[in-house]
T-cell receptor, first 111, second 115 residues
Framework: NAGVTQTPKFRVLKTGQSMTLLCAQD?????MYWYRQDPGMGLRLIHY???????AKGEVPDGYNVSRLKKQNFLLGLESAAPSQTSVYFC??????????FGPGTRLTVL | AQSVTQLDSQVPVFEEAPVELRCNYS??????LFWYVQYPNQGLQLLLK??????LVKGINGFEAEFNKSQTSFHLRKPSVHISDTAEYFC?????????????FGSGTRLSIRP
């Protein structure tokens, strides 16, 4: 049981480049989330999904897109990366509102 | 809407001393409350959670927290800390009635343990 996994672990982009972060969970959870973590700001919700084929905006959605084509996967895309998107990105999943399970994170640097 | 305030961004303590990390929340609806821990270069791990029942909640690694509804607080405590407790701690809240299970996190408290 791997739990929540994220690919890649590290990435460096140049301004304007695009990339996709992959999150996978093997717990059959309905809900999945993407957060970004910046120093002194805790975790902020980017987008989330309440089930396969659904997505919704969180607190800081601008500059990101997501897709949930399969229940176990939640993709986060950056179409045109900006230095302000340098951050650590965490994916999480849950089945109820009582707990979320987090992945190990992806450290993204945009030059 | 909910919000979470962690009053201390950093808390330095000596090994084997007691510690309290403070958390206050704001919400117009009933909530669940959580403390998560993040060890260096790792993801977040659930330390403990308050869902209902007893207001004193015990978690992993000897931590406990007390839900105080009148003061809208959920402070985290440990009677004797160890070097291995060095980490960042996040208080969080979610709306009980929300089907989306969204969690709002505080800005975090960095606990540093001195030998």
């Amino acid at each position: 049981n791997a739990g929540v996994t994220q690919t890649p672990k590290f990435r460096v982009l140049k301004t304007g480049q695009s990339m996709t972060l992959l999150c996978a969970q093997d717990m059959n959870h309905e809900y999945m989330y993407w957060y970004r973590q910046d120093p002194g700001m805790g975790l902020r919700l980017i987008h989330y999904s309440v089930g396969e084929g659904t997505t919704a905006k969180g607190e800081v959605p601008d500059g990101y897109n997501v897709s949930r084509l399969k229940k176990q996967n939640f993709l986060l895309g950056l179409e045109s990366a900006a230095p302000s998107q340098t951050s650590v990105y965490f994916c999480a999943s849950s089945q109820t509102s009582s707990e979320q399970f987090f992945g190990p994170g992806t450290r993204l640097t945009v030059l | 809407a909910q919000s979470v305030t962690q009053l201390d961004s950093q808390v330095p303590v000596f090994e084997e001393a007691p510690v309290e990390l403070r958390c206050n929340y704001s919400s117009s609806v009933s909530v669940y409350l959580f403390w998560y821990v993040q060890y260096p270069n790792q993801g977040l791990q659930l330390l403990l959670k308050y869902l209902s029942g007893s207001t004193l909640v015990k978690g992993i690694n000897g931590f406990e927290a007390e839900f105080n509804k009148s003061q809208t607080s959920f402070h985290l405590r440990k009677p004797s800390v160890h070097i291995s407790d060095t980490a960042e701690y996040f208080c969080a809240v979610s709306d009980r009635s929300s089907s989306a299970s969204k969690i709002i996190f505080g800005s975090g408290t960095r606990l540093s343990i001195r030998p």
